[in-house]
């Protein structure tokens, strides 16, 4: 089955350590996209790609960094500069051609301690 | 960039009908997608509007009017399931860029 899937569901991990956030898709989706969501607030945008080795930033993109070397894959790299890592992270991907594809992987909830 | 503006929250009878707005403003305009989202779980997708008029999957139904930079969504004969945040996005003409508004958390009492 098509699908985009993120891992892990829960990350924890200690202060100053840099963790990696996968996110996979088989749907050839050309546009991909990560966001970050705080309780009770809505998704803000941090990075997203058109296209495979290119992506821009998004609106907080600061202490992130991502790539994107194979069109399925999209990993957000959250570093210790990062002031307060502690979020939910949704990876999405929207398909070019079929513009109703919009689809989120299952999110990835990373706890720093 | 895109500015994207949504209610907060909304309280609906069970069986009733709730309408969601959302307005935008944005440099190139590329379609608005909106998305179901429960507590701690991911947005699902419910509908994208590329052109204006009127969108209908169902209980849902969506609306854009491109040159108020405006959308709605519809919600018919409300389920208690139906509680949810409600987000719409915008997605930019050229970068792909999508961004989200903060959503719209709807209530469903019986």
């Known amino acids: 089955d098509g699908g985009i899937t993120q891992s892990p569901k829960y990350l924890f991990r200690k202060e100053g350590q840099n963790v990696t956030l996968s996110c996979e898709q088989n749907l050839n989706h050309d546009a991909m996209y990560w966001y970050r969501q705080d309780p009770g607030q809505g998704l803000r945008l941090i990075y997203y790609s058109q296209i495979v080795n290119d992506f821009q930033k998004g609106d907080i993109a600061e202490g992130y960094s991502v790539s994107r070397e194979k069109k399925e894959s999209f990993p957000l790299t959250v570093t210790s500069a990062q002031k307060n890592p502690t979020a939910f992270y949704l990876c999405?991907?929207?398909?070019?051609?079929?513009?109703?594809?919009?689809?989120f992987g299952q999110g990835t909830r990373l706890t720093v301690v | 960039g895109q500015n994207i503006d949504q209610p907060t929250e909304m309280t609906a009878t069970e069986g009733a009908i709730v309408q969601i707005n959302c307005t935008y403003q944005t440099s190139g305009f590329n379609g608005l997608f909106w998305y179901q989202q429960h507590a701690g779980e991911a947005p699902t997708f419910l509908s994208y509007n590329v052109l204006d008029g009127l969108e209908e999957k169902g209980r849902f139904s969506s609306f854009l009017s491109r040159s108020k930079g405006y959308s709605y969504l519809l919600l018919k004969e409300l389920q208690m399931k139906d509680s949810a945040s409600y987000l719409c996005?915008?997605?930019?003409?050229?970068?792909?860029?999508?961004?989200f508004g903060k959503g719209n958390q709807v209530v469903v009492i019986p």
């Open positions: 996005a915008v997605r930019d003409w050229g970068n792909n860029r999508l961004a």
């Open positions: 999405a991907s929207i398909g070019t051609v079929k513009n109703t594809e919009a689809f």
